[in-house]
């Protein structure tokens, strides 16, 4: 019974890195309505900019803070710079850019810092707490991700920049009519969306060490979260992540952990066969 609790609390707390991913990838999905596949990339390097500040001198949470602003620059840049020009392109032409980004941080991250492994410290202790059912850092990184999502959830819920974003984001024609400035409103998602996932790289980058492919299984998991909960579904995103990591340790302890990565697969198979729109996504309907 102790190991299932174990296991169960331990999925929480990765699934809060997943729901983190996750909630990035539907805000991106919610402004382009594609699938931003350097979200992982992004994170990933938002990371190495903070073990490169720490390695400077800087305490952890000071590093922390200013490679969050750091990346929600960067991702208001990028928007602005290298999607805004193909944003009415062709649906081909916006994934190449995707790709390109992807590709381009990897490339960046080894050649800066190679792809030798490297630690990453936690600012969290090592001793297990909770009764030893979770290490300091898996309760700690949980804390994080949660006060996170809930900051997300009270900035898009009760205020006037929140409000304006979600109405961009959803109709942008209606919000241009009533003076919302589109265009910024969807680069400044683009900002929070990189912001997101770098804590997300901070808090994963002590279990799975630094190293450029360190956010490939994560981003799988991620996408499997977001499309569980359903992909314009901020909050189902978030529930689909929580769930899939409880899921991930579950098959792991049943089965063993060489089908771990299989969960995500067979995830994203069984919804997009069974309920292409997620648990709380929307259903759209065209009438012909």
Same mark, same amino acid.
């Given at each position: 019974?102790?190991?299932?609790?174990?296991?169960?609390?331990?999925?929480?707390?990765?699934?809060?890195?997943?729901?983190?991913?996750?909630?990035?990838?539907?805000?991106?999905?919610?402004?382009?309505?594609?699938?931003?596949? *350097?979200?992982?990339?992004?994170?990933?390097?938002?990371?190495?900019?903070?073990?490169?500040?720490?390695?400077?001198?800087?305490?952890?949470?000071?590093?922390?803070?200013?490679?969050?602003?750091?990346?929600?620059?960067?991702?208001?840049?990028?928007?602005?710079?290298?999607? @805004?020009?193909?944003?009415?392109?062709?649906?081909?032409?916006?994934?190449?850019?995707?790709?390109?980004?992807?590709?381009?941080?990897?490339?960046? *991250?080894?050649?800066?810092?190679?792809?030798?492994?490297?630690?990453? %410290?936690?600012?969290?202790?090592?001793?297990?707490?909770?009764?030893?059912?979770?290490?300091?850092?898996?309760?700690?990184?949980?804390?994080?991700?949660?006060?996170?999502?809930?900051?997300?959830?009270?900035?898009?819920?009760?205020? %006037?920049?929140?409000?304006?974003?979600?109405?961009?984001?959803?109709?942008?024609?209606?919000? @241009?009519?009533?003076?919302?400035?589109?265009?910024?409103?969807? *680069?400044?998602?683009?900002?929070?969306?990189?912001?997101?996932?770098?804590?997300?790289?901070?808090?994963?980058?002590?279990?799975?060490?630094?190293?450029?492919?360190?956010?490939?299984?994560?981003?799988?998991?991620?996408? *499997?979260?977001?499309?569980?909960?359903?992909?314009?579904?901020?909050?189902?995103?978030?529930?689909?992540?929580?769930?899939?990591?409880?899921?991930?340790?579950?098959?792991?302890?049943?089965?063993?952990?060489?089908?771990?990565?299989?969960?995500?697969?067979?995830?994203?198979?069984?919804?997009?066969?069974? @309920?292409?729109?997620?648990?709380?996504?929307?259903?759209?309907?065209? @009438?012909?």
């Amino acid at each position: 019974m102790d190991l299932l609790l174990h296991q169960v609390l331990s999925g929480l707390a990765t699934g809060g890195i997943y729901a983190s991913v996750a909630l990035a990838l539907v805000m991106i999905y919610q402004a382009t309505h594609l699938v931003n596949f *350097a979200q992982g990339e992004l994170a990933m390097f938002a990371t190495y900019l903070s073990w490169t500040l720490m390695q400077s001198g800087l305490p952890y949470w000071v590093a922390f803070a200013l490679t969050v602003l750091i990346a929600f620059a960067a991702g208001v840049v990028i928007e602005r710079v290298v999607v @805004r020009p193909v944003e009415n392109g062709s649906v081909l032409s916006v994934v190449i850019v995707f790709i390109g980004l992807l590709v381009i941080f990897n490339s960046l *991250a080894g050649w800066i810092y190679s792809y030798t492994i490297k630690p990453f %410290p936690s600012p969290f202790p090592s001793d297990l707490v909770a009764g030893g059912l979770l290490s300091g850092h898996e309760l700690g990184s949980m804390l994080v991700t949660l006060g996170v999502l809930v900051l997300v959830f009270v900035f898009f819920r009760f205020t %006037p920049l929140g409000l304006a974003m979600r109405a961009a984001a959803q109709n942008p024609v209606s919000s @241009r009519l009533v003076g919302v400035r589109v265009g910024w409103m969807l *680069a400044l998602g683009w900002g929070l969306a990189s912001a997101i996932g770098a804590v997300a790289g901070m808090m994963v980058a002590p279990i799975v060490f630094l190293e450029p492919n360190m956010m490939g299984g994560i981003l799988l998991y991620a996408f *499997a979260g977001a499309l569980l909960g359903g992909i314009d579904s901020p909050g189902g995103a978030v529930l689909g992540g929580f769930l899939v990591g409880v899921l991930e340790n579950l098959v792991g302890m049943v089965l063993g952990t060489e089908l771990k990565l299989s969960v995500a697969l067979v995830i994203i198979v069984a919804v997009l066969v069974v @309920r292409p729109s997620g648990l709380f996504g929307q259903v759209h309907v065209a @009438r012909v």
